[in-house]
DNA sequence: CTGAAAGCGCTTACAG
DNA sequence: CTGAAAGCGCTTACAG
């Protein structure tokens, strides 16, 4: 029997569209839209709802996501653009993401060269997809600059950009104070800081909330004490390496690093250099990654909660989508100082 | 920008169409359609070509995704299914096929609750956006069995299923092999092995070359030695603090596990439970992750070459996207033990 | 070389 | 409540 056939192997055999649906159940395809779509309120008899439902079931019909996106003027994809995902930082947030988007929408994923944005062309191509929102992790201001796009929109992790569109961000600052407060009360009066190389904002918020509570506290980060890499545990190795003899002749006592994975690669190459942690050298970061607690010594670091900023990102654009007003367009997550034995004694 | 156009929907109202362009251009639709795609040989005057794309950049024309694959009954979408991407080896992964596939197609990633695959449903669903192509991580044959797609099809890191479709594997048994080798020179008789409790064909793989190989090598690994969770830190931790007890009194002296991060979970709790590592207790994974070399102690792994994973997978379904044969549809990518301190004393 | 026209599969006013 | 019809934006035979 071809129907039964074609049940067998849905997507081997040829496409079943609402035309097939509507013949089986002898209504208009009309009809058959308006059911699959759960828009039958008043506008369709409940012989047919049955009628139709079960031809589709039997047909294994399912909307066609190209020509429902062409009529409806958007698709059911959600843009996630962000700069980086080898940090596994970011795995969480994807997570929080899927969870929060739920079923009917596709998580499509803009990534681009570490720490690069894509650009005016590219976005223009991202947007010729027609998606039904868009998800942009720790942009810079360039790249909103370029987006200027009108429909739903979420940012995340994007301190400073307020204006732009709804955020949800982490208050590092919080967790970058205490992190100086920590180092000033253990006796740290020279500083060295490794950032990462990428211009966004919560880089720049994690370096300059440090630091500015560090001169508080009467610690000195002199400019040649602070340098940038990739995030990349190798790349910040060498970087620290090559730095390290000078910044010991000047007193250096502790590297802040702008995430844990940067932190990694000065752990490995401080330990190849013998240094005692944290007697010689304290070591911190941020982001606070699982691999932090197992690190050798483990890792103090500010933790950041991924998973529920990806979470409540994916929960306002959804709002946004369904055509809901933001009661609170800003959001801010918590962050705190996780201290391990990298900066204080076993 | 203006403010009032942001205000509006210009994802749906502002949008560029090829009559825009064919207007300006003093040409039909038909004749953009052949410009935007590069279809020009012998079909459109040189002197035309030249006004199409002067009318393009002026307009700021982005051939309409939708609408394209409407019409030729495919997107530009590949969409790419894996189990799990909280491990960072799989943001390795995406970084491979993203190179590979260039800015002609769009990765939309379909991410599932940990070690779950979609089931038939959801594939379906997936199917509805007319994608170019599949790209399918560490599946189980239950979730190829509901596939049964007809179109471009790669699978990753997927052994023993080579009859599906084309594939990219690790030879991860070989590592497996060199890690059994390793312990019993070392003089381990008793070991256990900490699975995922994702009955993916990997994970199957590196277990039974490796308890194969140890039997060999005359070590065993008792059934009771043998536990699987979720790939996560803290429930490989839970479950290892669980079991070590018994393990210790019938004499494990190694725990093997099926992913680094799980190891970091074990490694964290052994040290709670003050074991000197690796001479009470050795201690290894798979993957080799970036934290590996840094972990306390520095963790004994089999390395897994992720990024070129990604890389020749993304190349072989490009190939098959535009029609190409593949001389070589099953390819097979190194593994290598890399000894540590978790093993090897320092 | 060129354009008019027929779709691709769906949704949504619209008229009944 | 229902269906015929007009698109959505593009591509591709097809006739000229």
Redesign the pocket.
Known sequence: MDSAEQQQHPLRSR????????ARA?????????V??G???????????RRVREAISELG?????????????VSSIVILVAPDISNPFFAKVIAGVRESLGTDYQLLLSVTEAGEFPHADDVRKLM?LRPAGLLVDAPNAGFLDDLAVGGPLVLLDAPGMESYAPSVNLDVAHGARELAAHLATAGHRKVAYVDSVTGTATFALRREAFLAEAENRGITADPSHIISTTIDVGAAAAAFAAAWPQWQREGVTAVVCGTDTHAYGVLQEARVAGLRIPDQLAIAGFDDLPYSATSNPSLTSVHLPATPLGLKAGEQLRRLMEGHELKQPQLTLESSLVVRNSTSPA
Not at 26 to 34: D, I, K, R
Not at 39 to 49: F, L
Not at 61 to 73: E, N, Q, R
């Open positions: 496409r079943i569209t609402a035309a097939m649906v509507a002898g209504v208009s395809t009309a009809t058959v839209s308006l699959a779509n828009k039958t309120a008043g506008r369709v008899s409940g012989e047919n709802i019909y399912v909307v066609d996501s190209v020509g429902s996106s062409l009529a409806k003027g010729a």
